[in-house]
């Protein structure tokens, strides 16, 4: 396999002799066909092919595959966003009466989904905390539960997943382990290589890297055997009568799970990436290599001035020796933290919200993982719907700023910081 830096630049689409060196934006909803028996074996998931961009578009496909190559997996698919992809990759194997557990560092939208929406569709989680003990990870399995989930740095609260650890207690359970990894990129890490089975991303942050875009993506290693916990999973390992029949494990092997998602969730639910938006994700994933280093070293040296910094109460950020997971940083992150370091400024909430309102370059907005610098108090924000006991297990104390550090010149960041900590 290429190295993923030219897997950045070239993989996903391979254009033949006289076609469009750039992946080419095919806006049409439908696809031509000359016979109606044609069209049907693609119905029956007999043949493979375009009929309806609801369920596939060559576009969003050059994408997904791409972002399959950087991932190491076998296959993939892009959502509409973060969200759906989450939804998507949780649902597919866990429905009314299944539980999952589930890290409870993770991102405020992904917490309310599974805890509220998701459980009025009856699926049940149990958080754990990413840091638990093997027993306290042991004890949060039931016989119904069907997957475990984290991030790989979480989002805000910047915690490391012990991939190793999840995945080894989710296979003695004969589940799989679901790893968004949105803010590290497969740039950073590559969860399958430490044993997750399924990767979830926002491709909003720094896959498309400019805020242009709202997407997600789903990949599948293809190494989880379905077949072999078959009464876990009869949605994949039992025949579906909307396909006449088709049992996805046996007829399609390290396809199964996303055929399943597309052909069922997203055929039903409809939550489709745009041509267009596939076109702005694949640009932006043209330089996600080179985005991502300039990400980890301003945001490392960020880090180590606020460290430092008299005004500033607490940092968190795993590229930091003293941080709490640092030791996991060095294992799955060796390469750097990502752009994002949370903090809180002396003088709590208050202080925090003073400090954000006299930044210049660092902008207030409800977003991570751009090329611009930007900041966000999640308590009064993202989280706000979680009491002060829920923020503290997510990991969000009421004065934690985060901040994304973007691409612009480290120095002008830390002048910027300053005069706002001078303002307070
Ligand atoms: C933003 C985010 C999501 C949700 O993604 P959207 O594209 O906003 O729907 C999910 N997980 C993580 C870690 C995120 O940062």
């Known amino acids: 396999m290429s190295h993923i830096d030219t897997i950045c630049v070239q993989g996903g689409y391979h254009p033949g002799n006289g076609e469009p060196r750039q992946v080419p934006i095919i806006q049409s909803t439908t696809f031509k066909y000359d016979t109606s028996e044609d069209m049907g074996k693609l119905f029956d998931l007999e043949a493979e092919g375009y009929f309806y961009s609801r369920l596939q578009n060559p576009t969003c496909d050059h994408a997904a595959a791409k972002i399959c190559e950087m991932e190491g997996g076998a296959t993939a698919m892009l ?80 915690t490391v997943l012990d991939i190793e650890k999840f995945a080894a207690a989710a296979h003695r359970h004969g589940v799989p382990l679901i790893v968004d990894n949105t803010f590290a990129t497969p740039v950073l890490c590559r969860p399958f290589q430490w044993g997750a089975d399924i990767v979830t991303h926002s491709t909003t942050k720094y896959m ?117 997971y640092h030791a996991q940083a060095v294992k799955y992150l060796p390469n750097g933290s990502c752009g994002v370091v949370s903090f809180g400024v002396k003088g709590g909430r208050a202080a925090a919200e003073t400090f954000m309102k006299h930044l210049k370059l660092g902008a207030i907005a409800t977003h991570v993982a751009d090329a611009r610098t930007c900041c966000l108090h999640p308590a009064s924000s993202t989280h706000r719907q979680m009491n ?37």
Not at 109 to 118: C, D, E, K, S
Not at 270 to 290: D, I, K, M
Not at 401 to 418: H, N, T
């Open 79 to 158: 959502t509409s966003s973060g969200q759906a992809a989450n939804f998507y990759a949780v649902f597919n194997i866990a429905t009314c009466g299944d539980h999952v557990v589930a890290s409870s560092s993770i991102y405020g939208g992904t917490y309310n989904l599974f805890a509220v929406t998701m459980k009025k569709m009856g699926v049940e989680f149990t958080f754990v905390a990413p840091n638990c003990t093997d027993e306290e990870l042991e004890a949060a399995f039931r016989p119904n539960t069907k997957a475990v989930f984290g991030e790989t740095i979480a989002n805000p609260a910047l």
């Open 208 to 324: 498309d890297g400019h805020a242009s875009a709202i997407g997600g993506c789903i990949v599948d290693s293809g190494n989880f055997d379905w077949m072999a916990h078959a009464e876990k999973f009869p949605g994949l390992c039992t025949p579906d009568d909307s396909y006449h029949g088709i049992t996805y494990a046996t007829r399609f092997g390290k396809g199964a799970y996303i055929t399943k998602a597309t052909a069922q969730l997203m055929r039903d639910f409809g939550s489709t990436p745009s041509p267009q938006s596939a076109f702005l994700l694949n640009l932006g994933l043209e330089s996600l290599h080179v985005r991502m280093q300039r990400h980890c070293e301003n945001a490392q040296a960020v880090a180590e001035h606020l460290q430092n910094h008299e005004k500033i109460a607490w940092v968190r950020y795993s590229g930091l020796e003293g941080d709490p």
């Open 388 to 424: 002060d006991q829920e923020l503290i297990a997510a990991g969000v104390s009421a004065d934690l700023v985060r901040l994304s550090v973007g691409l612009e010149s480290k120095e002008d960041l830390i002048a910027d910081i300053d005069q706002a900590l001078a303002a307070l």
